[in-house]
């Protein structure tokens, strides 16, 4: 046993609570370690003195002087939690006040989030101004695919698809042309006039359009153009050369797709010759287990062709028809001098387009408003 466990267990020694074997091997230290013969020695001397003392009687009144002191703090600690909980109930078991404040502010959270998400950029009017049902004499432009098109068969020359990559020529490249452009107009509806003209010029469709006014009361105008390829050059030379326009950007990208369009027609050979063994073999199968069998795998062959086929006629598409989009933006000079008439009659136009937009804004809120009070009216009928 260690020196220190020693020591600590000497007070112990001397009041006789160690077992035998303890007290073995403390005496066998004591007769060798004289630092430890003399601390138990101060024990004795301590423990002598405090058997001999005599017993006090306590003063008649301790024990009135402690159960007083104990109802003084039991009366403070009663007091400090009735104010705890009068604070409680004031500002939380009522909640007239809090929770219509909190109510007030969620409502006027919620009408500024749909103010905010009715109108993204400030948009003021955003619509599709071309419909293919409209009876304004242009319904002859707004086609989804061109009777070519539509009537192509999906095959591959047999020479391009043998051919190595670098024998191919230009003319027989699968090449997918889009365009991008900017241009700058003083009317909107010239340019709606003219994109009209041009889709009859050149063999083109108008796939998309919006129209849309901002905070400046400038209007703009996009559309996507379908062009056949042949046709791409052509009219994006017309669009970037007229007088009444200005170009501000122009971008032009390709996308070679004839690699992927060989490996397409390879695998489409494979998977119809695999198509004619299993259509075989279906007619030689003798048994309901071959049948289900062969069927099985020619469902899944006739799956991967109608794929092929579906991926094929949609690199057609886009290879015939290059798109373009273009974008007009309406000019404007604004006044440098206006007048305080026309000044205020500036102001008096965009607070009503500013109570408008608030009324429409609190009409899509309603129903949030119903939810949060009949939830408020539940909440306060149950604590009730």
């Not at 020196?3 to 020694?13: D, G, T």
């Not at 591959?156 to 889009?178: F, W």
Request: charged fraction near 30%; glycine fraction near 2%; charge should be negative.
């Amino acid at each position: 046993m260690r020196h220190e466990k020693i020591k600590e267990l000497l007070p112990l020694y001397i009041d006789n609570s160690l077992n035998k074997e303890e007290y073995t091997i403390i005496e066998k230290h004591l007769e060798e370690c004289e630092e430890c013969r003399a601390e138990l020695a101060e024990y004795q001397e301590n423990y002598n003195q405090l058997t001999n003392l005599k017993n006090i009687a306590p003063p008649e009144d301790l024990l009135l002087s402690i159960m007083n002191k104990i109802n003084k703090k039991d009366k403070k600690e009663n007091k400090q939690d009735s104010i705890v909980n009068r604070l409680k109930k004031y500002f939380f078991t009522p909640l007239r006040v809090p929770a219509g404040l909190v109510s007030a502010i969620a409502i006027i959270a919620v009408i500024a989030l749909t103010f905010v998400l009715n109108n993204p950029g400030n948009n003021i009017d955003q619509q599709n101004y071309f419909n293919p049902s409209d009876s304004n004499g242009y319904g002859g432009i707004y086609r989804q695919s061109s009777p070519e098109i539509a009537t192509q068969e999906i095959k591959m020359d047999k020479n391009l698809a043998a051919a190595p990559d670098n024998e191919i020529s230009t003319e027989q490249r699968k090449i997918i042309k889009t365009a991008r452009l900017n241009l700058e107009i003083d009317d909107i509806q010239v340019a709606h006039q003219y994109i009209v003209e041009l889709s009859r010029q050149y063999n083109t469709y108008i796939a998309d359009s919006r129209e849309w006014t901002d905070a400046n009361d400038r209007r703009f105008s996009w559309y996507q153009l379908r062009v056949p390829a042949d046709n791409f050059n052509p009219t994006l030379e017309k669009l970037s050369s007229e007088d009444f326009a200005s170009v501000s950007y122009q971008s032009i990208s390709t996308n070679d797709v004839t690699e992927e369009y060989i490996d397409i027609d390879i695998r489409l050979e494979n998977y119809l010759a695999q198509q004619k063994r299993y259509q075989q073999l279906l007619d030689k199968a003798s048994t309901v287990e071959e049948i289900l069998n062969i069927e099985k795998e020619l469902n899944r062959v006739r799956i991967e062709i109608e794929r092929l086929k579906g991926r094929m006629k949609y690199l057609d598409n886009q290879v015939d028809l290059s798109t373009i989009e273009v974008e007009f933006e309406e000019v404007k000079n604004l006044p440098t001098d206006w007048g305080i008439f026309k000044a205020l009659q500036n102001a008096l136009h965009r607070m009503t387009n500013s109570f408008y937009n608030m009324i429409a804004s609190i009409g899509a809120a309603l129903p949030y408003l119903l939810i949060g009070l009949l939830a408020y009216y539940l909440y306060k009928k149950k604590r009730q």
